[in-house]
């Protein structure tokens, strides 16, 4: 048996980088996944090389409402939902005094708030089915190991992290066969990885060589190495296993 035969999975961000590899992870697993994404058309092209076992929805993750939505969604097209990836956000430099306030709220309201909004909409639902589920959220190793100029990004991810542990307890206290665990990737190869290579003065290779060195493994992350540890959390081989911070970032969280 495929580890995720007869789960339904919503990911938000799962047009490309981390939501497309879990998506296609899922899906190879014997699941079946909605792909959410503001970039529909791309969510809709992956969805498509996926086949029946996948389509795609439009979703603004700062939009309970879209929230609502694509849960409808999910379980109009595939009759029930119990696997929730929130994994849409955005990473922006910016220190305390002079990060753009702009960007301190968008932080807020996509890393924290959407992911927020995902589990308020999706846990009423995955309720209904009184089957296992799970909540699998992404952090950070800048959560755990913050930097001077990512304070809005270190910030939100910190919140995530608070948050899936109420979730986690939340649902244990009420007897909901519901777990909540938390993924902190390092720098991972993404379209959102590949912007900070192109971003600066310093040449790709160069930036790579830079991320890389926060990494006491001395590389960056690939997705489907993410993707892998969301897949064990969002399995039932993970069923002992709530509130979890697990790590996936190359010792980048505990380098000296």
């Known amino acids: 048996m495929a580890r995720m035969d007869g789960k339904v999975a919503l990911i938000s961000g799962g047009a490309e980088g981390l939501g497309a590899a879990i998506g296609e992870l899922i899906v190879a697993e014997g699941g079946k996944v909605m792909l959410a994404d503001l970039q529909l058309d791309k969510a809709q092209a992956l969805a498509d090389t996926l086949g029946e ?12 409402d879209q929230w609502e939505k694509a849960v409808a969604a999910t379980v ?3 009759g029930k939902l119990n696997v929730l990836c929130n994994v849409a956000g955005i990473s922006e430099p910016g220190n ?7 960007s301190w709220h968008r932080h807020i309201d996509i890393n924290l708030t959407g992911t927020f909004y995902g589990c308020r909409a999706a846990l009423r639902e995955m309720e209904k089915n009184g089957e296992k589920g799970a909540i699998v959220n992404i952090g950070s190793m800048l959560a755990l190991r913050v930097g001077a100029d990512m304070a809005a990004y270190c910030a939100s991810k910190a919140g995530v992290q608070a948050f899936t542990r109420t979730v986690a307890l939340d649902c244990a206290k009420r007897g909901v066969p519901i777990r909540a665990n938390l993924i902190h990737p390092g720098a991972i190869r993404t379209p959102m990885f590949e912007r900070y290579q192109n971003a600066g003065p310093a040449t790709p290779e160069e930036a790579e060589a830079a991320f890389a060195a926060n990494h ?9 190495e993410v993707a892998r540890a969301a897949l064990y959390l969002a399995s039932d081989e993970s069923s002992f296993t709530t509130g979890c911070d697990l790590t996936v970032d190359g010792g980048g969280s505990i380098r000296e």
Request: aromatic content about 4%; glycine content about 4%.
């Open 76 to 78: 109009s097209q595939f």
């Open 216 to 224: 006491p493994m001395q590389r960056i992350g690939e997705a489907d």
């Open 96 to 102: 305390t005094a002079d990060v753009d306030l702009d």
């Open 53 to 64: 076992n996948a389509v795609a929805a439009q979703l603004d993750v700062r939009q309970l």
